[in-house]
């Protein structure tokens, strides 16, 4: 009898245990972060109550130190550029850094915004040196398997990808990737623009690259390159603030990205979900009230006043 007693009660404990496991198994579920099949996330967590109690990894780092330490190229206005009227962290302004400020705020700690080489922001955050990178990156799946991207903040009327840009009087001599084979053309390195270019143009004298956009455009302007592959949009806001400039975008030439890496994105160090679900919470904030559209027209004006 006490046998049988014995069986009953464990099965009984068993069965209670059972029954418990699916409401385990969704608590566990509620804290799963994860990419999707494009390999960025494009999960989100309610950013009203600041960093959460359980935060782990960088999140959690960024909770106790009190910082939010940002990686940027500031040289491409109007998403990010250095404003001579100020010194210190206030001299880094446009729509980017706006999106690093709110997102700062909305974790209820500083903004520490560091400058660099555009070729490093993403080594910053692989290294720990930055937590995040925000200097208008685009989605290409080399970068993503560096680093973990958050959703799409920023997107284009136009396709994503590049566009060519020459000097006005080449308009008529230059209207395509076959009119390069004798040409000198030039990128940004580690640029979205630099890998289009490599993939749509395969014929040419050299292929120079450069470590920010201004190079690019001055090696236009001073003769020391052909033709350069820009983002169309930037690219514009340039020649309409430098008419002196002479430079010109050639019409009907565009190099695109595919659908899915169309947008701007932030990036953080590999694996580090739980941060790119609160950076996707402040994203969708941003998205739902058109803010960040209106912080980029804002600043491409406030580019012009400033020649940029």
Not at 109 to 119: D, R
């Amino acid at each position: 009898m006490k046998r049988i007693t014995l069986h009953r009660t464990l099965a009984v404990l068993l069965a209670a245990l059972l029954l418990c496991l699916p409401l385990a198994a969704l608590a566990e579920e509620e804290e799963i972060y994860t990419e999707n099949e494009w390999n960025y996330v494009d999960g989100s967590m309610d950013v009203s109550q600041g960093i959460p109690q359980n935060a782990q990894g960088v999140l959690g780092l960024i909770r106790e130190r009190g910082v939010l330490r940002v990686a940027t190229e500031p040289y491409f206005p109007p998403q990010e550029f250095i404003d001579p009227a100020h010194t210190g962290q206030e001299q880094y302004v446009g729509s980017d850094m706006e999106l690093a400020r709110l997102i700062a705020a909305r974790m209820g700690v500083e903004l520490e915004i560091v400058p660099m080489e555009f070729t490093e922001v993403l080594n910053a955050v692989s290294s720990g040196e930055c937590d995040l990178a925000i200097s208008a990156l685009s989605y290409i799946p080399s970068r993503a398997a560096r680093v973990s991207f958050s959703k799409g903040y920023f997107f284009t009327d136009s396709p994503t990808g590049a566009s060519l840009m020459i000097r006005e009087a080449d308009l008529g001599k230059i209207n395509g990737p076959d009119d390069l084979g004798n040409k000198t053309i030039i990128a940004q390195i580690g640029s979205v623009q630099e890998l289009l270019l490599a993939q749509n143009v395969t014929r040419y004298r050299e292929f120079r690259r450069v470590n920010s956009m201004q190079n690019v455009y001055q090696a236009l302007r001073r003769g020391k390159a052909d033709a350069a592959a820009v983002d169309e949009r930037s690219a514009q806001v340039y020649i309409n603030n430098n008419p002196d400039s002479h430079l010109a975008l050639v019409p009907d030439v565009h190099f695109a990205l595919e659908d899915y890496m169309n947008g701007d994105r932030v990036a953080g160090a590999k694996g580090e979900f739980q941060l790119m679900y609160f950076v996707n919470g402040v994203i969708d904030e941003v998205l739902s009230g058109g803010t960040y559209q209106q912080w980029y027209e804002t600043y491409e004006a406030y580019a012009g006043t400033l020649g940029m």
